[in-house]
């Protein structure tokens, strides 16, 4: 069963940047590197959205709400996927996850608190 483990967040000031990782465990090279992945967030009282994706060929997309400011990654030897954020705002605080695109095909992980707060 594939695991996703979402890390690096935290507690940062506004205009600050952030490195968050996705680690996926119990998934082959061939698999991993076969799907599209996406990073996705919530924020409280609102549905989860994604905001990121890569394809399997490295194409990425984004959200017009962080495009510019965020640049989604992959490196699929290490089976991770990887969001830059900068130029964050007290509008990006959520909790973010990583998942495949464009349909889920894993459990969600426990995700990363991103909060942008002076």
């Known amino acids: 069963q594939v695991q996703l483990v979402e890390s690096g967040g935290g507690l940062v000031e506004p205009g600050g940047s952030l490195r968050l990782s996705c680690a996926a465990s119990?998934?082959?090279?061939?698999?991993?590197?076969?799907?599209?992945m996406g990073w996705y967030r919530q924020a409280p009282g609102k549905q989860r959205e994604a905001i990121a994706t890569?394809?399997?060929?490295?194409?990425?997309n984004y959200a017009d709400s962080v495009k510019g400011r965020f640049t989604i990654s992959r490196d699929d030897i290490t089976r991770t996927v990887y969001l830059q954020m900068s130029s964050l705002k007290p509008e990006d605080t959520a909790v973010y996850y990583c998942?495949?695109?464009?349909?889920?095909?894993?459990?969600w992980g426990q995700g990363a608190q991103v909060t942008v707060s002076s």
């Open positions: 119990g998934t082959t090279f061939s698999t991993f590197s076969s799907n599209g």
């Open positions: 998942n495949t695109i464009p349909s889920i095909n894993y459990n």
């Open positions: 890569i394809s399997r060929y490295k194409v990425t």
